[in-house]
T-cell receptor, first 117, second 113 residues
Framework: GAGVSQTPSNKVTEKGKYVELRCDPISGHTALYWYRQSLGQGPEFLIYFQGTGAADDSGLPNDRFFAVRPEGSVSTLKIQRTERGDSAVYLC???????????????FGEGSRLTVL | RKEVEQDPGPFNVPEGATVAFNCTYSNSASQSFFWYRQDCRKEPKLLMSVYSSGNEDGRFTAQLNRASQYISLLIRDSKLSDSATYLCVVMGGASGGSYIPTFGRGTSLIVHP
């Protein structure tokens, strides 16, 4: 398919475990974003990649969260020592543009629903 | 104060009604504005960009008021299929040339027969 692909679609884990969430963006999209969304809230920014580098990681809540995009395409969001408060839908989006307005035209994946018991 | 604020609703309207949502933003340097639509348990999808002069796409009209720092979305002749959450998105104006789309919490619209 030509859209943004995220795996797994659902992940249930126990408190304290390590989790990896994967995002495969649309081919040719240099910008990649990770957001997380809790029930009744809008997507909350986590980190933004332009190519291979993290251009802005100011939204990562603490040092348990880390993301990589080693070859400028697929990205992995890594969460260490998960906590119940990490439970949310983690959304990945890609975009064609480096700046507005194209950079605001995000194409989202279906998300990875993380549940920490 | 949140960067982007929306009334969460829900707005409950009959088919055929006209409904309008507003969204306010706090950063006066913001440059680009968008409305996204999100269906229940689905990912957000771009509905329309908001241009300075206002723009229309079928039954949907978006407007920007920079002086008062708000954008609006007007939906005419509401359809059952318009039931969704409408997310306001603002971007630009950040330091270092980094552009991060910032989402509001969304406004829920329920169109009933």
């Amino acid at each position: 398919g030509a859209g943004v692909s995220q795996t797994p679609s659902n992940k249930v884990t126990e408190k304290g475990k390590y989790v990896e969430l994967r995002c495969d963006p649309i081919s040719g999209h240099t910008a990649l974003y990770w957001y997380r969304q809790s029930l009744g809230q809008g997507p909350e920014f986590l980190i933004y990649f332009q190519g291979t580098g993290a251009a802005d990681d100011s939204g990562l809540p603490n040092d348990r969260f880390f993301a990589v995009r080693p070859e400028g395409s697929v990205s992995t969001l890594k969460i260490q020592r998960t906590e119940r408060g990490d439970s949310a839908v983690y959304l990945c989006a890609s975009s064609l543009g480096r700046g507005p307005p194209l950079a605001g035209e995000l194409f989202f994946g279906e998300g990875s629903r993380l549940t920490v018991l | 104060r949140k960067e982007v604020e929306q009334d969460p609703g829900p707005f409950n309207v009959p088919e055929g009604a006209t409904v309008a949502f507003n969204c306010t933003y706090s950063n006066s340097a913001s440059q680009s504005f968008f409305w996204y639509r999100q269906d229940c348990r689905k990912e957000p999808k771009l509905l329309m960009s908001v241009y300075s002069s206002g723009n229309e796409d079928g039954r949907f009209t978006a407007q920007l008021n920079r002086a008062s720092q708000y954008i609006s979305l007007l939906i005419r002749d509401s359809k059952l299929s318009d039931s969704a959450t409408y997310l306001c998105v603002v971007m630009g104006g950040a330091s270092g040339g980094s552009y991060i789309p910032t989402f509001g919490r969304g406004t829920s619209l329920i169109v009933h027969p």
